[in-house]
């Protein structure tokens, strides 16, 4: 009787088609129609501008970006110019970098005012926020939220480059009981001639005075000092914003430059002179000089007429001297240091002659001597020294290549825990002062919102569901993941594509658990 019972066809349509045979067993797709893809579109493409667009509006990552590119290619264009003979008419092409020059030093000028949008912004919800306890309570919430995230990502940062101390403080320790199995053969270091024990006990008071000098300026209490005293600072830049925010708002200062840095300069300068200070007598190295110096050139190409083709000309030779100077090795030959920083000194006096004759600002002058004060600076750190001693100890070079890949590894590391105290920590302090980080909480409500209205045109429930599995939770987790990195101190542009990383994770992941879903539920 069962054998006899024949599938039925309605219009030729088998009633069990629409089940699908996948190698997992049976389940019923959704439909995939042209209309259900736009819907998909339309989710996606609109929680993604809402989320993304307002972490950008918010944290003003598009105009920081924006400027250093722009920056690297002022730079190109002046070492064109640099190039151009000057007894030859410009060509249209000089023309046209000398306007594009002219361009972009003068939206350079006023960009970093764009972040004055983002403090009133920040300022005046701050105040809307407060006008209710229980809403002020929460802004207050986020904030402190913000900062704990900030400080603990700055720990974090110090911690690895303990470890990474300790990693270098091991391998000397086997360096040194390799050294002395030979402790009174002789090595000569410069004009010293002291047998390996001697060049070791020498080295090892400098490492002591190194970890010395670092617990001084930046173990913890060191670091909670300078944390109370950039609190106080934001905190009377915040009294100043949340009382005169009418006042600035119509300033042509809003327009002009970034008023809340400007407010922290003197108090920023002042921590980074302290901190260079001793920084300076642990790691400096030839690239520590070349950096500070370059900083200044920034500044004093910022104010050399573009149509000076002489004076970029040496310009560009001395960024060239400078290049091959921090491309000596911090272990070479002081007689090449030597007659490289004459030959520095001799470029520098002929720019500041030429300052006078063309009647430059005295300010520019001023710069040039601080970028000889720098060049002074040629004293090398303790690791310099340490490595320095060695060189010479070592019989082969396989094993001071290690000790410089640890020290070089430990430095670095050090280095960049700084950078996050001192600048990164410092400059989300002075936003989220202001009320920042609640307004970056908007980007992760206001994709959310969008989700959510995208999804209230799915047909029915099990179409919403898979939505939200696919599409609605990795869009909302890609922005919340860019926020907590921007929060961890992470750069803008890294922020938001580790966001879109995690969002396409997410995605695939989504569609895993919607499968499986589809399948046993």
Request: hydrophobic share 35%; proline share 2%.
């Amino acid at each position: 009787m069962i054998n006899s019972i024949q599938t039925s066809n309605i219009n030729g349509i088998s009633p069990f088609s629409i089940f699908k045979l996948p190698k997992n067993g049976y389940y019923i797709p959704l439909p995939q129609t042209e209309e259900d893809k736009k819907l998909v579109k339309k989710i996606v493409i609109s929680s993604l501008i809402v989320g993304f667009g307002l972490l950008i509006l918010m944290r003003g990552l598009l105009n920081k970006g924006t400027n250093k590119i722009l920056d690297k290619l002022k730079s190109k264009m002046q070492s064109k110019l640099a190039g151009k003979n000057e007894d030859k008419p410009p060509t249209k092409l000089h023309r046209f970098y000398k306007r594009s020059i002219k361009k972009i030093d003068g939206f350079l000028d006023k960009s970093e005012s764009v972040n004055n949008f983002a403090s009133v912004k920040d300022t005046w919800f701050k105040k809307l926020m407060h006008k209710n306890k229980y809403t002020g309570r929460a802004h207050e919430a986020v904030t402190r939220l913000f900062e704990r995230i900030g400080a603990k990502t700055v720990r974090k940062a110090y911690d690895k480059s303990d470890k990474a101390f300790a990693k270098l403080n091991k391998y000397l320790e086997r360096s040194n009981k390799d050294l002395l199995e030979e402790p009174h053969r002789l090595v000569t270091i410069g004009n010293e001639t002291k047998t390996v024990k001697e060049w070791l006990e020498v080295a090892g008071k400098r490492y002591e005075n190194a970890n010395a000098l670092r617990e001084q300026g930046f173990g913890k209490a060191a670091r909670e000092v300078r944390y109370n005293e950039m609190k106080t600072a934001v905190g009377k830049l915040d009294d100043y914003f949340m009382g005169n925010l009418k006042k600035i708002v119509k300033s042509k200062d809003i327009y002009q430059q970034f008023i809340a840095d400007k407010f922290l300069t003197q108090d920023k300068i002042r921590i980074a002179k302290d901190v260079s200070k001793l920084k300076l007598q642990i790691t400096n190295s030839l690239g520590d000089n070349y950096k500070s110096a370059i900083e200044v050139i920034k500044h004093i190409e910022k104010s050399i007429d573009i149509s000076d083709s002489s004076t970029l000309k040496t310009m560009g030779k001395l960024r060239g001297n400078l290049e091959r100077y921090r491309d000596l090795p911090s272990d070479g030959s002081e007689l090449a240091r030597i007659e490289l920083n004459r030959e520095i000194d001799k470029t520098l006096h002929e720019l500041k002659n030429r300052f006078k004759q063309k009647a430059y600002p005295e300010d520019i002058i001023k710069q040039t001597e601080t970028i000889e004060e720098i060049m002074k600076t040629r004293g090398k750190g303790e690791f310099q020294e340490i490595l320095t001693i060695y060189k010479a100890l070592f019989k082969d070079d396989a094993s001071y290549r290690v000790l410089k890949g640890n020290v070089h590894s430990a430095l670095s590391s050090f280095n960049k825990a700084v950078d996050k105290e001192t600048v990164g920590f410092v400059d989300m302090m002075r936003d989220i002062k202001l009320g920042s980080g609640p307004t970056d909480v908007l980007s992760i409500v206001g994709s959310l919102g969008t989700a959510a209205w995208g999804l209230s045109f799915a047909k029915d429930n099990e179409e919403r569901t898979s939505l939200t599995l696919k599409y609605g939770i990795p869009i909302v987790g890609a922005v919340t993941t860019s926020l907590f990195c921007t929060a961890s101190l992470i750069a803008g542009s890294k922020s938001l594509i580790i966001g879109a990383l995690s969002g396409l994770a997410m995605n695939r992941i989504g569609e895993v658990v919607d499968d499986i879903r589809k399948k046993h539920l």
